[in-house]
T-cell receptor, first 113, second 115 residues
Framework: SQQGEEDPQALSIQEGENATMNCSYK?????LQWYRQNSGRGLVHLIL?????REKHSGRLRVTLDTSKKSSSLLITASRAADTASYFC?????????????FGKGTLLTVNP | EPEVTQTPSHQVTQMGQEVILRCVPI?????FYWYRQILGQKVEFLVS????????KSEIFDDQFSVERPDGSNFTLKIRSTKLEDSAMYFC?????????????FGPGTRLTVL
């Protein structure tokens, strides 16, 4: 798989359920970030986890990072219809004086009311 | 909350024409980026920019592309002679520092359609 590959590609759940999305990557990273994109819209930053962190929370979001397995997961608890969007993981790697993000293909989450 | 803005939201152009996509990064940010997303595909890095210089560019960013910070607030991406395959959503992003723990904040994107 390529850097920053999410699975599943699509996930459909009922409102109130939890949604878990996974991301795998191949090379060493400095950080891993999760973004949300509503259909045809911009990328909204959700959470950043550094390579020396294992877990991070933000509201209903919980992100884990396992650098030994080169994987991360994003958990959205008590999902809402408004959470319907594509979710991307992006790995940060250094290049020159700053770093660039490498995105996965994303998971399309549909939360049914 | 400060945000990155981009104009126009949608640009339609004829093949071979020049286009300039405009971005206003968050005001105190120093690092700027362009990414693009072809419909149905991944978001791809194009170029990063700091201190009025390109820091890094991808293979996509060939001689047809250029970036500029013409004044203290705008950051532009120019495509000199557009091709059909340049049709995509173009995202501008900015960050406070170039550090690996820093967040890149994205604008809403410009949808470029080349006919």
């Amino acid at each position: 798989s390529q850097q920053g590959e999410e699975d599943p590609q699509a996930l459909s759940i009922q409102e109130g359920e939890n949604a878990t999305m996974n991301c795998s990557y191949k090379t060493s990273i400095n950080n891993l970030q999760w973004y949300r994109q509503n259909s045809g819209r911009g990328l909204v930053h959700l959470i950043l986890i550094r390579s020396n962190e294992r877990e991070k929370h933000s509201g209903r979001l919980r992100v884990t990072l396992d650098t030994s397995k080169k994987s991360s997961s994003l958990l959205i608890t008590a999902s809402r219809a408004a959470d319907t969007a594509s979710y991307f993981c992006a790995t940060g790697s250094s290049g020159g004086s700053n770093y660039k993000l490498t995105f996965g293909k994303g998971t399309l989450l549909t939360v049914n009311p | 909350e400060p945000e990155v803005t981009q104009t126009p939201s949608h640009q339609v152009t004829q093949m071979g024409q020049e286009v300039i996509l405009r971005c206003v990064p968050i005001s105190n940010h120093l690092y700027f980026y362009w990414y693009r997303q072809i419909l149905g595909q991944k978001v791809e890095f194009l170029v990063s920019f700091y201190n009025n210089e390109i820091s890094e560019k991808s293979e996509i960013f060939d001689d047809q592309f250029s970036v500029e910070r013409p004044d203290g607030s705008n950051f532009t991406l120019k495509i000199r002679s557009t091709k059909l395959e340049d049709s995509a959503m173009y995202f501008c992003a900015s960050s406070d520092t170039g550090a690996s723990w820093d967040t890149q904040y994205f604008g809403p994107g410009t949808r470029l359609t080349v006919l």
